[in-house]
């Protein structure tokens, strides 16, 4: 028996089956983070968590929205919630070049605790790999920043909401209780 297959058994015996893309959704995708610039495999740290993507600016009319986010995200991360930022200068170019001025009205101006990328592209002519999944599951692409994905804890995209909704909206707010409230599927069973 070949080394790689040996190890499959393994993890099979043990119960522990490994992840497959297949298996992940939208989430397939690596990123890096705000900040630290460490490199994030999604689905091997989000899967099974339901998320909220927002693609996002520093210097937008909607940039307030970041302290509806932190506090949507605070009311339910332990039940398994997760809201991740996106910043992307793609609509009105309003994300400074500087990742430190970023996180500085991020983390010090909204005291924001979720998860952060490192900027990336989410309007639809040249999107990251990331925001193209989430765009074609969800039918569209953002046309302004702060458009919210809601994926489900199988990596699959629930809703989609436009940046004039805010974070804390009742069709939101009750969406990622849905979500939360949903059965956990099986995941990852070949």
Not at 28 to 37: I, S
Not at 50 to 61: E, H, P, R
Not at 107 to 119: A, D, E, H, Q, T
Not at 146 to 172: C, I, N, T, W
Request: aromatic residues 10%.
């Amino acid at each position: 028996m070949r080394p790689f297959s040996l190890f499959l058994l393994c993890l099979t015996v043990l119960g522990v089956a490994p992840v497959r893309a297949d298996d992940c959704g939208v989430l397939a995708h690596e990123v890096e983070t705000l900040g630290k610039r460490e490199r994030l495999n999604l689905c091997e740290r989000y899967r099974g968590k339901v998320l909220l993507i927002v693609n996002t600016a520093s210097q937008c009319g909607y940039t307030p929205q970041f302290a509806g986010l932190e506090r949507l995200f605070a009311r339910y991360e332990s039940e398994g919630f997760v809201v991740i930022g996106a910043p992307s200068g793609d609509f009105g170019g309003q994300e400074f070049k500087s990742a430190d001025r970023t996180e500085q009205v991020c983390r010090v101006n909204y005291g924001v605790s979720f998860p952060m990328l490192s900027k990336l592209h989410a309007g639809p002519s040249t999107p990251h790999p990331l925001f193209k999944a989430l765009a074609q599951a969800a039918g569209r692409y953002p046309s302004w920043n702060f458009h919210k994905y809601l994926v489900g804890r199988d990596g699959q995209v629930l809703a989609d909401f436009p940046s004039a909704m805010e974070p804390e909206a009742p069709a939101l707010e009750a969406a990622v209780q849905q979500a939360l409230a949903a059965p956990v599927a099986a995941l990852g069973t070949p």
